[in-house]
């Protein structure tokens, strides 16, 4: 559950290099972003994403509008405006440094920022194995005991000690809080993260933390 390693993915899958904000800074309306490989599919937008629990700056993601609209029921990103930037790479500077795309930043605000970048890869279809998904949810001595939700909680409570329960269920509950938010139409993913969440939240009944 390292947001980090899902934000780095997502640049991956979608073939730029990961930007990011400093703590002080602004969102901008536009940011250059360097291309990792040419003729792959590319993102057409970076969300800034943040929630109101955090004072951290926003987790810059990118996405393909047109997947986005596919697999989402949120209008989060606006339809193209004729004077949209251009999405084709370019390279202003020096001969051999990387060519770059200029793409529009879109604020979202979100219930629970840090599970944003994990939603988005699964919920997206960027990373195609959705049974991987439950890794990054409950400990691996929970997912043995699917598809029985009471000795899944009951793995919790005997492997988990207090912090990494409260861990699990902030990020499970806020992950979930974020699907009925964006409304993500891959009901695989939407069933694992509710089944993840009733897990959790009846291990930390039984806990008591």
């Not at 073939?15 to 040419?38: C, E, F, G, Q, W």
């Not at 795309?101 to 988005?120: G, K, Q, R």
Request: proline share 11%; aromatic share 6%.
């Amino acid at each position: 559950m390292i947001e980090p390693a899902f934000v780095r993915a997502l640049y991956q899958y979608l073939n730029i290099r990961k930007v990011s904000l400093s703590a002080d800074a602004t969102v901008p309306p536009t940011i250059d972003v360097p291309v990792l490989r040419d003729g792959q599919k590319l993102p057409t937008h970076i969300l800034a994403i943040s929630d109101t629990s955090s004072s951290s700056p926003p987790i810059l993601a990118p996405v393909p509008a047109d997947l986005f609209a596919q697999k989402f029921r949120s209008d989060a990103i606006p339809s193209a405006r004729p004077d949209s930037p251009s999405l084709v790479p370019h390279n202003e500077s020096l001969p051999g440094t990387p060519r770059v795309i200029t793409l529009p930043v879109i604020p979202l605000s979100v219930p629970h920022a840090p599970s944003i970048p994990l939603l988005l890869l699964y919920a997206l279809g960027l990373q195609p194995h959705t049974t991987g998904m439950a890794t990054h949810l409950l400990p691996l001595e929970a997912i043995e005991e699917f598809p029985s939700a009471a000795a899944m909680s009951q793995a919790m409570v005997r492997f988990c000690d207090d912090d990494q329960l409260r861990r699990y269920v902030a990020f499970n509950q806020g992950l979930w809080k974020n699907i009925l938010a964006l409304g993500p139409r891959d009901t695989q993913v939407i069933e694992m993260v509710q089944t993840a969440w009733n897990v959790t939240a009846d291990a930390r009944r039984i806990k008591q933390v």
